[in-house]
């Protein structure tokens, strides 16, 4: 079974750091694409960063470009998303989700999420 | 950026009924569309990708069309299960975008 359970998520202050972990299981962790998608209290969803099954490649929306860091180890099945700079918009629950295989940009698996408020 | 304008914001249909939901691309996204269930309180799950093919274990009275830069999800046979929200998402470029959903009610 498929299992992607994410961590790390709480309270922070504006301007400091965060990490998230998602812990994966019931499939081939390196085989697959990997991204992290927010969804800010009772609004849509967005797209937050993209990571390549060999962690090579990655992509960032604009808003987070300089302050977020996705990154992946394969060896411990495992996805991570430094968020440096915190600002009160990023206060969202972030979802760890698992691409297509094949590298398509759809998401076939999502985690339960963590949530993140940042406030003073 | 393309975005992805969903209509309506809610809808309110009765058990048995036929749903449409509707989605448009600023720009042709190549049917590069998925379309998303979350029920309240639940993460997101996959119900149709490349617009029109259903995803493995999503029932059949789910469907997706569309081409160019207009798409359209549809829920035949309305189930009581089926209530919650359903949003789009481009996968044709970066940044990947959703729609702002669709809250679906039983009436």
């Known amino acids: 079974e498929v299992q992607l359970v994410e961590s790390g998520g709480g309270l922070v202050q504006p301007g400091r750091s965060m990490k998230l972990s998602c812990a994966a299981s019931g499939f081939t962790f390196n085989n697959y694409d990997m991204a992290w998608v927010c969804q800010a209290p009772k609004k849509g969803l967005e797209w937050v960063a993209t990571?390549?099954?060999?962690?090579?490649?990655?992509y960032y929306r604009d808003s987070v470009k300089g302050r977020f860091t996705i990154s992946r180890d394969n060896a411990k099945s495992t996805l991570y998303l430094q968020m440096d700079s915190l600002r009160s918009e990023d206060t969202a629950t972030y979802y760890c989700?698992?691409?297509?295989?094949?590298?398509?940009?759809?998401?076939?698996?999502w985690g339960p999420g963590t949530m993140v408020t940042v406030s003073s | 950026d393309i975005q992805m304008t969903q209509s309506p914001a809610s809808l309110s249909a009765s058990l048995g009924e036929t749903v449409t939901i509707e989605c448009r691309a600023s720009e042709d996204i190549y049917n590069g569309l998925a379309w998303y269930q979350q029920k309240p309180g639940k993460s997101p799950q996959l119900l149709i990708y490349n617009a029109n093919s259903l995803h493995t274990g999503v029932p059949s009275r789910f469907s997706g069309s569309g081409s160019g830069t207009q798409y359209s999800l549809k829920i035949n046979s309305l189930q009581s299960e089926d209530v919650a929200s359903y949003f789009c998402q481009q996968y044709y470029d970066y940044p990947y975008t959703f729609g702002a959903g669709t809250k679906l009610e039983l009436k």
């Open positions: 990571i390549s099954y060999d962690g090579s490649s990655t």
């Open positions: 989700a698992r691409h297509s295989y094949g590298g398509y940009g759809y998401f076939d698996f």
